[in-house]
């Protein structure tokens, strides 16, 4: 009968510290959010003022675009990795794996880095074109 009330009192305790370290980080997340726009507006600025407005958010908004792209690729990388069930993960922790199943590993680990190199090919290629086109526009408008 006393380890009802304990558990009850342990299980508030748990959540009270949960939902302050979850609003600490809801906080902290607000806060670098608003900084990264702060940041993102200095950089128009300052690049405004050195090559024109229409030059500047073309630069930011091609880093962007890759940016988003290059996001876009590991999270097809990270989905295509097979998923592990939580009682596996322990059953290896238990038990070495057999030898097939190790090169089975080596194997997926090499196609992985494969991938990742095959991608960052043409996301260079596509950085170096929005480049070498604002660098084209920018230098079509002074003659």
Do not use: W
């Not at 050195?50 to 990270?78: D, F, N």
């Not at 090499?110 to 260079?124: F, I, Q, S």
């Amino acid at each position: 009968m006393v380890a009802l009330p304990r558990a009850a009192g342990a299980a508030k305790r748990s959540i009270r510290r949960a939902s302050t370290t979850l609003g600490v980080y809801a906080a902290a997340g607000a806060l670098l959010i608003a900084g990264c726009g702060f940041l993102l507006a200095a950089l128009v600025i300052y690049l405004t003022a050195q090559y024109g407005a229409l030059y500047a958010t073309l630069m930011v908004g091609g880093g962007l675009m890759v940016l988003g792209v290059a996001m876009i690729v590991v999270l097809k990388i990270a989905q295509a990795r097979p998923r592990r069930f939580h009682a596996v993960a322990h059953a290896e922790a238990a038990f070495a794996l057999p030898p097939e199943a190790a090169s089975e590993a080596d194997l997926f680990e090499a196609r992985l880095a494969e991938a990742t190199n095959k991608h960052a090919v043409p996301l260079a290629l596509g950085a170096l074109a929005i480049g070498v086109l604002t660098g084209f526009l920018r230098g079509k408008s002074k003659n």
